[in-house]
């Protein structure tokens, strides 16, 4: 899959960055990135260069869905723009990861260690191609408190059992209480030093990979604090929406789109989860918006939607269009639905055509 030419580049590109400025080391990530995601198959829209995004790269491969954002100071990563990540990653049952170099606390992130930033983890670019050409997961996470190892919980007890030991006894052999022992075995992990410990006495293997790419959020449902900065146009689309069902919706900043949503039963098969773009300046900053948007919602399996103010203004050739009036004229969410697969069929037709 990758030649011994594409990891003497992959290693070239990892050498310059720590001597390379943001902006620089952010391009050299993306080349890498996305010649990864090239190599192993991967369906993504890069975002890279689009201003003002939250994230950079979508990818997905079968049914897992990743949302990357390239941050080589990871402290730049503000606490808005974490959330926003972290709201649209739970839409998209997504998993969000961030791929910096260095930060406040660390002049270089480490090989094989996860941080994390605002809940996100955090991973150094050699850590991704370790994970992604050789399957080799990151082992050790750094949290409040210090440096820890995910470990295998049902093998910790079975070792110990096999050992003949109690929670007390092997508590001793380590150096700790009876009562960290058992937390150990039940609910959390221990720095790498005490697992090396455990592995020893026990003579087993306990220390399991970290799967970053498995790590889910959920939607903060705070509607009324994503809505409230609107202007009077978004604010009247939102209502519209709402009065439709569309009772989740999150009108968001740092994204091509303007909002996502989704309606009240949260059920992904009902076809009401929508990405949508506002045209507020009559179509002059509008296409590329909704260019990029339409390649997220064909990756992600949502509807992508325009929504323009009257029917003279122009109308997307990708994605249907709905005007204001329309919106109104409906009843119900399935109104729109059907509409949108209406205009959805006309467009395809018209492509072909």
Not at 229 to 234: A, G, W, Y
Request: glycine fraction near 4%.
């Amino acid at each position: 899959m990758f030649s011994e030419d594409d990891i003497k580049q992959f290693n070239e590109n990892l050498r310059e960055l720590m001597d390379s400025s943001s902006r620089q080391a952010k391009e050299i990530l993306r080349k890498i990135l996305l010649k990864v995601f090239t190599k192993l198959n991967y369906s993504f829209v890069d975002l890279t260069n689009t201003p003002n995004t939250c994230f950079d790269i979508i990818a997905k491969k079968e049914s897992k869905l990743t949302i990357i954002k390239i941050e080589p100071y990871i402290d730049n990563l503000l606490k808005a723009q974490a959330q926003e990540l972290k709201n649209l990653s739970a839409f998209l049952q997504a998993s969000p990861v961030i791929i910096g170099v260095r930060g406040k606390r660390f002049d270089e992130i480490q090989d094989g260690l996860v941080l994390f930033r605002h809940d996100i983890p955090v991973i150094s670019p050699e850590t991704f191609l370790n994970l992604m050409i050789d399957g080799l997961p990151p082992v050790v996470y750094c949290n409040r408190g210090g440096y820890y190892v995910c470990i295998n919980r049902n093998s910790l007890r079975k070792a110990r059992l096999d050992k003949n030991l109690s929670y007390g006894e092997l508590a001793r052999l380590i150096g700790i209480s009876r009562r960290t022992m058992y937390e150990y075995e039940h609910s959390i992990n221990p720095p790498p030093e005490t697992a090396i410990l455990l592995e020893d006495i026990l003579d087993t293997s306990l220390t399991q990979g970290i799967p970053i790419f498995n790590i889910k959020f959920s939607l903060e449902e705070d509607t009324v604090s994503s809505i409230e900065k609107l202007t009077p146009r978004k604010e009247e689309i939102a209502i519209l929406l709402e009065d439709l069902g569309l009772i989740s919706q999150f009108w968001v900043k740092k994204m091509p789109f303007d909002a996502y949503g989704e309606h009240g039963n949260h059920d992904i098969k009902s076809g009401l989860n929508v990405l949508l773009c506002v045209d507020e300046d009559n179509g002059k900053n509008v296409i590329t918006r909704v260019e990029m948007t339409q390649k997220i919602a064909s990756i992600a399996k949502r509807r992508p939607i325009l929504i323009i103010d009257e029917e003279d203004h122009p109308a997307s050739e990708l994605v249907p269009t709905f005007t204001i009036d329309e919106l109104q004229e409906m009843k119900k969410a399935f109104d729109l639905v059907k509409e949108y697969i209406k205009k959805y069929a006309m467009l395809k037709e018209n492509l072909e055509s």
